[in-house]
């Protein structure tokens, strides 16, 4: 499924199930139908895993829980630089700096040791690319070309905010690997 599942939220929740012991969320991406149950209250005192293949989103879903003010002020130092330069920051970003030090902190097993820098340059690719789309090319680089917004929300500090409580609460587990 490509891009976010946040546009089929009104279709989905007619199948949420009105009791559950545990909540499993094998395809996690986004985290759409998570941080939609968890803004409902549905999660509270259930163990939530959330589960993704792609080493980059649980990577970054890992620092911005552990992170949020320094993710946060990295992402005001992008949206500063956006907003002067567009199109040639994201290719900039992209290119000269994402792709080479997600690169350099890839570990032997597949895993991205994520840092706030690295977490925040992927929210903002996400936020200016094309359709926020995750896609690499067959060498593993970010490919997305970027996106044509006016004025793309780059540093929401009431959503990262959201974010990291959501992922903080102790009985939530972020989990990289095959469902």
Same mark, same amino acid.
């Given at each position: ?27 996690? @991406? ?10 409902? @209250? ?138």
């Amino acid at each position: 499924w490509a891009g976010g599942k946040r546009q089929l939220l009104p279709q989905l929740r007619r199948f949420y199930p009105s009791t559950f012991n545990r909540y499993i969320e094998p395809f996690f @991406g986004s985290g759409a139908v998570f941080f939609d149950l968890h803004g409902a @209250g549905r999660l509270r005192g259930h163990d939530v895993v959330l589960i993704d293949s792609n080493a980059d989103l649980i990577g970054c879903h890992e620092t911005v829980r552990d992170a949020p003010d320094e993710v946060a002020r990295e992402l005001d130092a992008l949206a500063l630089a956006h907003a002067r330069d567009g199109q040639a920051h994201y290719y900039a970003v992209r290119d000269t700096q994402f792709n080479p030090l997600r690169d350099q902190r890839r570990r032997a097993d597949g895993r991205i040791a994520y840092t706030p820098q690295l977490a925040a340059m992927l929210i903002y690719l996400n936020r200016t690319g094309f359709n926020g789309l995750f896609r690499v090319n067959a060498r593993g680089a970010f490919n997305v070309p970027a996106g044509r917004y006016d004025r793309p929300n780059i540093a929401d500090r009431g959503q990262l905010t959201r974010v990291t409580a959501a992922l903080a609460d102790p009985r939530v587990r972020l989990v990289w690997g095959s469902f």
